[in-house]
């Protein structure tokens, strides 16, 4: 299938390119090893189904996989699992029907995902007639072996359908024996199905051959002395069995078929005009077909007195002036032809419409190869490579034309070509959107600010992929170079991007068949950074460090291509079959795109950050804003300026105009992003919390998520000391972060739209500090890209949580497992779907010493026996969607390696996690306190009682002025504590992170009520964030253990150290 098939817009119609595949090869290729074999005596070919004749289950899979977002890989993994006694086979050998085999393949494959999988609908896709459909080569193939006198079988593992019938979608008529698995009771690799059906055959095994697309099937039938086809993909495998038959599988010039009725032309005239053209007398009949694509531009070949032509003409009826510019398409190829550039040869373009209804071009037909699989099957290592480096060197000589020598100064705008792309493809999106598509919004946003500087204006292809080349049969090199519609003069690089489309997209990706989950190396494929730096080698350019972009802008315009065919499918227009599909793929692609604005704003944010090198992050940044410049910030006293980055580490940076540039520079851009995305989101966030659909996240919340990461605004917590590779996140000392987190906690929600919210910061710390590699992989990952939640479970209804050692919670050991039975209480975040991590604390051992008895387990939440008996209020609200749970955990097995660094560990573990995580909670709470001091001011500079406006009440005067001081005085220790927590370690500012713990909540909550107070009644309604401030600010005198604990540790201290 090609991506063609599914561009059928007037602007994208795919049109003649496939008039240059390469039966010529083809027939050069079978005779040259017919030689060498010195003949055949083979009688007979045998073909397996799936994969051979019909698109394998792995293939058909994988597009489900896709479509279905189940991760890649996981059907097949179920197919194989149990080997011979698997479900799969044993579905095959009919020991069991479709429904239990369902019944057990659903079973496996939610098992391995941990949630339910739709398998039905995946055997619905792999048996139904789109799908199981026989390919057309092979059809052929088989016509022509058996006009040669051979025998033609089927040897199939396939499986009976519920209705009782065996699933075969084949003509029986072509094959003289169909030896199936399910009515045998024997499967391949079993040497007796080999065997029955040579016997059916009346054939020794080297008289045949025998294709399949399995390994071990080839094997064994190898083994028995037959002869082996392993098929990759049928085109290449049909070369092959030609090659060993001696004679060719196809005839005539693929991809064409007869003229439709509708789309006939005047046979008589055409010849007449060709005659003249051509300049030749005498011809036999004129052959004329027409290519399958090219429904837009019709396209014909056409054979006339040896000669081999294509035709290219205008649709009939009226047109848009710019559509279908095939003079353009003449233009181009002429003046490139003069250039050097290998095109098809053009020969005249006929603007008289009275010679076949339109205007029309003809050139020759350019036989050769056309790679349409980016993997390059059958081909050695080099000379993939080598294909790859001619394609690059294609693309040069276009871009290197010297477009006034051939005249083609003015076949497009100079400059601003990717401004311009942009918008045209912004507007062909929104003219087919159907439904809002999260990805494409956000891109539509970033692209317009975040454009690249063009950097040079050359001839473009605009869609330019290896499928549009034809090479020579046998060696490295470019004969032509196709499909010329979408060219223009414009930006090179996004040529350059558009042509490694293919490296970022799965084999199986339905429409465009990509090779990001092939072996590059191994195949010896140029990575796309090695294509790009090839290509700036050759061009003599600088490396291109902005290619991310250029990437991002190349996957959006496909998006929006496949939205296009989708609407197109849905009101009937487009004719490809596989239009709805392709659609459906818009959203994949689209994601893909916005990946790749992901990457480039982190690849700015490191450059300006200047720290080490591209190390692989999940700290994502992007371009700063330039053009904005800070308002209102915090006015007190500052330090000398530009210190640099991390020189925090020096002295105490009381204020962010301190920091260092980097780090300033991005305090203003989180600055920016609360003033302009997350402040005006809270009244529908509030709203939402308080809706029916309060326990499912906001899809606001997730879209917010978004553009935070390519703001670069994303799991900046995790202190460099923790993290000093700044392998997890942005690598920031405590200091510096104390000061964007107090901005996070201005508002209630930025902390989530930024990944930096409890209880996740301290889980996420807690596995980078103590987690195996393992574990990592499968918690940590997932919640630094903030595709998971998280919560700690540790407080018990019936013990004063306060003091750890009290908690009761046991986990025993049976066999290789841990189970726990327990009851909690207080579990924050438990409630949210996306929660999949419980970190536990319970105990292991009753017997030990104190702080030994306490062991930290990582539970999935999905596992049974996890129940949620309600969730908590505080002051009633419920914080949903995470809310705060009490939950029983009667029977949990967890295996045993998701124990954290050992059994009687706990204690250790929760001190660790806890530390930078408590101070957070403090940054936070200054946050809170200096929005609820400015909405204070705010209101009564704008209220009147008694006279006069109530700033001027000297009562309130007295409150503004003491919520100033509580709030400078508690920053100040707060970022004393980060401070020390940079210089000498969490544990020896221990005593300063107690006092703080004691400060921070009760100073907010008197700030906060202050502040509500001067507001009045309003000051306690969900109209403004005062009244939550305060139920989080007075929770946080629990939640983070009690103040008396806390001063409890500060007095302790005193008494210990200063005497
Ligand atoms: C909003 C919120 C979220 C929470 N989230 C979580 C969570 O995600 N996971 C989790 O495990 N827990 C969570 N908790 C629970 C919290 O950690 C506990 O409430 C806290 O540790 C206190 O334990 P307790 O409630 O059992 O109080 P108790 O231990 O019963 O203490 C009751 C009171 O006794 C007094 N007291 C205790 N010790 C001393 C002392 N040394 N000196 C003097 N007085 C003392 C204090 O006044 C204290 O408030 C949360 C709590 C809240 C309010």
Redesign the pocket.
Known sequence: MCVRSCFQSPRLQWVWRTAFLKHTQRRHQGSHRWTHLGGSTYRAVIFDMGGVLIPSPGRVAAEWEVQNRIPSGTILKALMEGGENGPWMRFMRAEITAEGFLREFGRLCSEMLKTSVPVDSFFSLLTSERVAKQFPVMTEAITQIRAKGLQTAVLSNNFYLPNQKSFLPLDRKQFDVIVESCMEGICKPDPRIYKLCLERLGLQPSESIFLDDLGPNLKEAARLGIHTIKVNDPETAVKELEALLGFTLRVGVPSTRPVKKTMEIPKDSLQKYLKDLLGIQTTGPLELLQFDHGQSNPTYYIRLANRDLVLRKKPPGTLLPSAHAIEREFRIMKALANAGVPVPNVLDLCEDSSVIGTPFYVMEYCPGLIYKDPSLPGLEPSHRRAIYTAMNTVLCKIHSVDLQAVGLEDYGKQGDYIPRQVRTWVKQYRASETSTIPAMERLIEWLPLHLPRQQRTTVVHGDFRLDNLVFHPEEPEVLAVLDWELSTLGDPLADVAYSCLAHYLPSSFPVLRGINDCDLTQLGIPAAEEYFRMYCLQMGLPPTENWNFYMAFSFFRVAAILQGVYKRSLTGQASSTYAEQTGKLTEFVSNLAWDFAVKEGFRVFKEMAFTNPLTRSYHMWARPQSQWCPTGSRSYSSVPEASPAHTSRGGLVISPESLSPPVRELYHRLKHFMEQRVYPAEPELQSHQASAARWSPSPLIEDLKEKAKAEGLWNLFLPLEADPEKKYGAGLTNVEYAHLCELMGTSLYAPEVCNCS??DTGNMELLVRYGTEVQKARWLIPLLEGKARS???????Q??????T?IEASIREEDSFYVINGH???????LDPRCQLCVF?GKTDPHAPRHRQQSVLLVPMDTPGIKIIRP?T?YGLE?APGG?GEVRFEHVRVPKENMVLGPGRGFEIAQGRLGPGRIHHCMRLIGFSERALALMKARVKSRVAFGKPLVEQGTVLADIAQSRVEIEQARLLVLRAAHLMDLAGNKAAALDIAMIKMVAPSMASRVIDRAIQAFGAAGLSSDYPLAQFFT?AR???????????H??TVAKLELKHRI
Do not use: Q, Y
Not at 791 to 797: D, L, R, V
Not at 799 to 804: K, W
């Open positions: 409890a209880p919560c700690f479970a540790m407080t018990e209804p013990v004063a949580s306060s003091d750890a009290n909690k209480w207080w579990i924050t975040g438990i604390m908590l505080v914080d705060h989080w929770a946080l005198r629990f939640a983070d253990g009690p103040d008396e604990v001063r409890a």
